[in-house]
């Protein structure tokens, strides 16, 4: 079964530097989805994509944050530079469509991120 | 805004228990409604989802999930529990044609042999 592929599974990194996150979705979704969920709270979209075009961020710390699916494909999420309240669990999702409020979204496992 | 409210944060029950979780949420217009699970180690998956018609909603592994509009909530649903429901279940609201998914905060839910 294919899955949300998601890279560094765990990250540890000082604030003041910078970190970035890799992920894969599901092949031929058109839509990636960024969520962060800090512990015990549910996941909060950050950036979503619809292919290489952003149709939301709305959400998204940009003074610090970035994110980019250049070829519609494979995304990176940054962080630049991090902050201990930046610690937190980040997903990555993906849907088939552009039907964001019905499509069923695959999660990735997931890149828990600490900042010291 | 729209917001998810999910009233319990944990539950303990015993196998053949039997399972409500509540989920409430605020918007005025029309939403599309899921409940996600979490296994331990798992990845987030989708449990049942609830667009229109039936409010009766049966999703897998046994579970279902009923839309009361008039209460503006989506209560999850399980008549016998088992070990392997054991995990953390989040319910999420759309709201129609704007998308934003908007999860609650999860309920961990620890079942005992």
């Known amino acids: 079964e294919a899955e949300v592929a998601q890279s560094p599974r765990y990250k540890i990194t000082e604030k003041s530097q910078a970190v970035a996150f890799w992920c894969d979705p599901i092949?031929?979704?058109?839509?990636l989805y960024w969520y962060r969920q800090i512990l015990g709270q549910g996941p909060e979209l950050l950036v979503q994509?619809?292919?290489?075009?952003?149709?939301?961020d709305s959400q998204l710390p940009k003074d610090r944050f970035s994110a980019e699916r250049l070829k519609g494909v494979d995304s990176t999420l940054k962080i630049q530079p991090a902050e201990l309240g930046d610690s937190a669990m980040y997903l990555c999702a993906s849907s088939l469509g552009a039907q964001r409020d019905t499509d069923t979204q695959y999660f990735g496992p997931g890149t828990r991120l600490t900042v010291l | 805004a729209q917001s998810v409210s999910q009233h319990n944060h944990h539950v303990i029950l015993s196998e053949a228990a039997s399972l409500e979780l509540g989920c409430n949420y605020s918007y005025g217009g029309t939403v599309n409604l899921f409940w996600y699970v979490q296994y331990p180690g798992q990845h987030l998956q989708l449990l049942l989802k609830?667009?229109?018609?039936?409010?009766l909603v049966k999703g897998i592994k046994g579970f279902e999930a009923e839309f009361i509009k008039s209460k503006f909530s989506f209560n999850l649903r399980k008549p016998s529990v088992q070990w392997s429901d054991t995990a953390e279940y989040f319910c999420a609201v759309t709201a129609r044609g704007w998308g934003k998914f908007q999860f609650g905060a999860g309920t961990q839910v620890v079942v005992t042999p």
């Open positions: 994509f619809q292919d290489e075009s952003v149709v939301d």
């Open positions: 609830y667009f229109s018609g039936d409010p």
């Open positions: 092949s031929g979704h058109a839509t």
